[in-house]
């Protein structure tokens, strides 16, 4: 009996990977971009640019003011207790499932005041504990807007990278779109140091943003963002929390408990995941200003625990790939590695085809952990005190009657979505 489910899984696993890897090599051949193998060096042209070229200072520079944090609009205990406001009284709330910003799980509470606490983690500081992290709303403007000119040295430019991203910021002079050092090394990392598809790349990424205006929108308030701070909830199962040994922050992916019978609209699925790259980019630009250098990496752990045959359905897999293509040709080089841990036996069949939905250089920064228990397999990248105790760290964040040994609502898991919810999605986009 178990050789004969054995079989017919294998067989399924093999028509699926058949299907989707014709699709995946339709959709590269459809988007992939022709580009010249060398480029000219030349000198910058322009103060802005100089940043990029100007020598390695060894000399102290100076760092930006930063800016001023205020105080939560939400009481600490309101994500574990009764959910009421800190000021003003309130409705009450659902406890700790309710991870979109201390509200109800299906009402978002707050407007655009407020960030769902996933995104928030790294306001928690260099140390574990203390005061619980604001959920206030990130600052609007991109920190491209604002990049000061000193901590283009404190990039890890390897080789004439410098000297390339000055040329791809020239090659891009007539494009709008963020130009500053982080954007620019990582179109170029993405596209191996070659600036002529490096700019194509970026073209194409711009015309995606400006074509529907979500990205804007979402950072501008200008967007109604109701539903998606709804979905936060639910999806995904993620949370920026830590920071690895080299100062990193790092995201930690619940995937192992997504759910796969949903059934949403496509087009909103793609939207919200617009919606959380943007939080995670000022999540990222708010953590550079308060460190007072760039950030341009984060680790992700990637917990597989609960994943299972119910993953492999055909339906799930084709929205993932899209999702995945969204990040990685929207959004390159955001990721310094991938540590995969809790991998069922399943694994093996699922990896062999959703890996051709990333790009090649994704992929050789993922590691699996295989069954190594997963606190031995992050050791080498981060310190104990950073890893929840649901993976045999010591992090737990537990106050006013909370007990949440993988730190929720600051890193969550996937639940069904509510019919209510879903209904409210379809009405919206289907």
């Given at each position: ?35 010249a ?27 930006r ?22 000021e003003g ?26 960030a ?26 991109p ?51 070659d ?9 194409n ?16 308030g ?21 920071r ?8 930690w ?14 087009d ?17 630009e ?24 119910k993953?492999?359905?055909r ?24 540590i ?45 005190k ?43 986009h289907?």
């Open positions: 009996g178990s050789a004969a489910l054995l079989a017919i899984v294998v067989v399924i696993a093999a028509m699926v990977m058949k299907v989707f890897l014709l699709g995946a090599s339709k959709s590269e051949a459809a988007t992939s971009v022709e580009g193998a060398g480029t000219r060096r030349r000198e910058p042209d322009s103060p802005a640019e100089k940043g990029f070229g100007s020598p390695r200072s060894t000399a102290p520079q100076p760092q003011p930063r800016r001023p944090r205020r105080q939560p609009r939400w009481a600490w205990a309101s994500c574990c207790g009764d959910g009421r406001r800190e009284g309130g409705q009450d709330s659902e406890p700790l499932r309710d991870a979109s910003a201390f509200g109800t799980v299906d009402q978002a509470s707050g407007g655009n005041r407020v769902s606490p996933k995104f928030c983690g790294m306001r928690m500081g260099l140390e574990p504990g203390g005061a619980p992290p604001s959920v206030e709303a990130f600052p609007s403007a920190i491209g807007e604002e990049f000061p000119e000193s901590w283009a040295s404190l990039l890890d430019f390897v080789n004439d990278e410098r000297a390339l991203c000055a040329d791809l910021r020239h090659v891009l002079k007539d494009t709008r779109g963020p130009k500053d050092p982080v954007t620019m090394l990582r179109f170029l990392r993405a596209r191996s140091g600036v002529q598809k490096a700019a194509a790349m970026y073209r990424a711009r015309s995606w943003h400006e074509g529907n205006g979500w990205e804007h929108g979402f950072r501008t200008q967007i109604d963002d109701e539903l998606h701070r709804r979905f936060d909830a639910y999806w995904k199962p993620i949370g920026l929390l830590g690895d040994r080299e100062g990193r922050p790092v995201l992916d619940r995937i192992g408990t997504s759910e796969t019978g949903n059934d949403l609209p496509i909103f699925l793609k939207k919200h995941e617009v919606y959380t790259m943007t939080r995670l980019q000022q999540a990222m708010e953590l550079s200003v308060a460190d007072g250098r760039p950030h341009m990496y984060f680790t992700v752990v990637v917990d597989l625990a609960g994943l299972g045959v993953h492999m359905n339906r799930s897999l084709s929205e993932y790939q899209q999702l995945v293509r969204i990040d990685e040709d929207l959004y390159p080089e955001m990721v310094k590695r991938v995969v841990v809790n991998a069922p036996r399943i694994f093996d069949t699922i990896w062999s085809i959703v890996k051709y939905f990333f790009d090649e250089g994704t992929r050789a920064k993922i590691q699996i952990a295989g069954k190594t228990r997963p606190e031995v397999a992050l050791a080498p990248f981060l310190e104990s950073w890893i929840p105790q649901a993976l045999g760290g010591d992090l737990h964040v537990g106050s006013g009657g909370c007990d949440s040994a993988y730190c929720e609502p600051f890193i969550i898991g996937a639940t069904p979505v509510s019919d209510d919810l879903r209904q409210s999605i379809w009405r919206a289907g």
